[in-house]
């Protein structure tokens, strides 16, 4: 039996994060490790419990939730950190991708959904709430000048506009005829390159310098 995905639920509303900490609790192959109340006390948590993934809420008093997913970067490299809240501006969203969110999921939300964004991020993969996908896009029109993507092989930049559409591993996978292992350690190479932490930092760059498409 596989060792259960550890969670780790930051979040100042006691209700929400309460009856977070209680769905998870009653989702097979989870283990909610840790709950912290406001930013400061997350760093700590995060630290001391090592989670797989961490559940960040992006507006707490005290340190918003982008300086904490800075100082938790630093203090659990380890962990993926997907950013859960009731915002739906771009500039928060881009703020968050750009600080090396893993993922960046709306409160609304369903469950099930939210479960299978939880299991995806313990993989490595991107997670942003359907809704927030094309806010993205717009968001980065404004950014920098496109450039080349020097130093990246022809493969790579395949891959990488295929994650700048949201593909998971498995599905670059299958659409380039790739073991998906293959796929892991081009996505790794690519972001080693690019001084990246995340697959969805990978994206807005891809998305920024031209290597995909904006439409």
Known sequence: MSEPIRVVVIDDHTLFRRGLTALLGREPGFAVVGEAADGFEG???????????VLLDLNMPGISGVEALQAIRKE???????M?????????????????????????????????????????ESVVSSEMTGK???????????APADGLSP????????????????????ALELAESTVKIHVQHILRKLNLSSRVQAAVWAIEHGVAPRS
């Open 136 to 146: 993205l896009v717009k968001g980065v029109r404004a950014g920098p000048a496109a």
């Open 155 to 174: 493969r790579e930049r395949e891959i990488l506009a295929h994650l700048a559409r949201g593909s998971s591993n498995k599905e670059v996978a299958r």
């Open 43 to 53: 760093i700590r948590v995060a630290a001391a419990s090592r989670p797989d993934v």
């Open 84 to 124: 859960l809240t009731v915002s739906e501006d771009a500039e928060d969203l881009l703020a968050a991708l750009r600080a090396g969110a893993d993922g960046y999921l709306l409160k609304n939300i369903d469950s099930e959904f939210l479960v299978e964004s939880i299991r995806r991020a313990a993989e490595g």
């Open 76 to 82: 659990a490299p380890g962990a993926h950190v997907v």
